[in-house]
C-alpha cells in the first residue's frame, strides 16, 4: 500500500495507509497417515495453544503401546528380581564351606583328604563364587533391558501422541483441509490456524525524515476506521526496522500490536489498512 509519513521535531510520527497482517499462521499437518477419525473444530472457531483440534485412527499404536507397557513390566521386574544372586551366593558359602572343612581336616591329620579331592573342592568352590558374579551381571543385563523396553514403550507412546492433531498457537481456524472419515498422508494439510490477538501492522518511512534509530522499539498507537465510521486504536511497539531503503528512500517498518474482541469477533483484522502514530519520545522497548 502507498504510505506518507509526516513528522515534527519533538512530537509523533504518523504513517498512513498501513497495512494489517498476520504475524503467525501455521498449516497443521497429519504426522501419521491413518483415517481421520475426528475432527473437534469448525472454521472460526477459537483455539488455545496444546488443545485437541482432531483424531487420527490410532487402534495399531494403541495395541503397540499395550504390548510395550507388558515387556516393559517383564522386564522391570526381571531387573529387580535378585532370586539367582541369592541362590548363587548360597551355593557358594557351601562350597566354601565344604572347603574350609577339608582344609581344617587336613591341618588335623595330614593327607586325610587325598590331593584329587582337594582340588576338587577348590575348583567347586572358585566355581561358586564366579556363579555369584555371573547372576549379578545377568541382574545388570536385566536392567538394561528394563531401560530399552522403557525406551520402547516411551516410542510407542509418541507414535499414539502423533496420531492426535494439536493446535501449535492461539488462535482461529481458517481453514479446514480434510474432514472426519477422510486418509489422510503423513504430512498432508488438515487445518489452518492463525494468531488473531497479536497482528502486525506495516508502514514505510522516508530515510530522509525520519532516521531507523529513531523508531527502533518506539510505542506505537494504530487508529483503523470500522463500520459507521467508528474508530477503534490498538497499542503496540515497533520490532522491525528494514535496514535496507527502498527506491524514493523509504524504508519499511512494523509493528507488534495487541487486539481484541467484541462480541466474540475480532476488530483488527489482516487486510484492513490503518494510520500508525509512532510516539518519539515513549521509552524504547528492549
Known sequence: ASTASEAHPGQEIAIEHCLVSLVEQVTVPAQEAGLLMQLEVCEGDLVSEGVKLGQI??????????????????????????????????????????????????????????????????????????????????QQLAGFERDAQAASMKAALVSVESRQVHSPLDGIVAEIFKRTGEWVQAGEPILRVVRMDRLRVEGFLSVKETGPQEVAGRQVQVEVTLKNGRSEAFSGHIVFVNPLVHAGGQYRVWAEVDNRQVGGQFLLRPGHEVRMVIYSNSPQRQ
Open 57 to 138: 485412527d490410532d487402534g495399531q499404536a494403541q495395541a503397540a503401546l499395550e504390548a510395550a507397557k507388558a515387556e516393559f513390566a517383564r522386564a522391570g521386574q526381571q531387573a529387580v528380581n535378585d532370586v539367582e544372586i541369592r541362590h548363587a551366593q548360597a551355593a557358594a558359602n557351601v562350597a566354601a564351606a565344604e572347603l574350609w572343612a577339608a582344609e581344617e581336616t587336613n591341618r588335623r591329620a595330614r593327607n586325610a583328604v587325598g590331593e584329587g579331592e582337594m582340588r576338587r573342592l577348590r575348583l567347586a568352590s572358585r566355581r561358586a563364587a564366579l556363579g555369584v558374579e555371573q547372576a549379578q551381571v545377568q
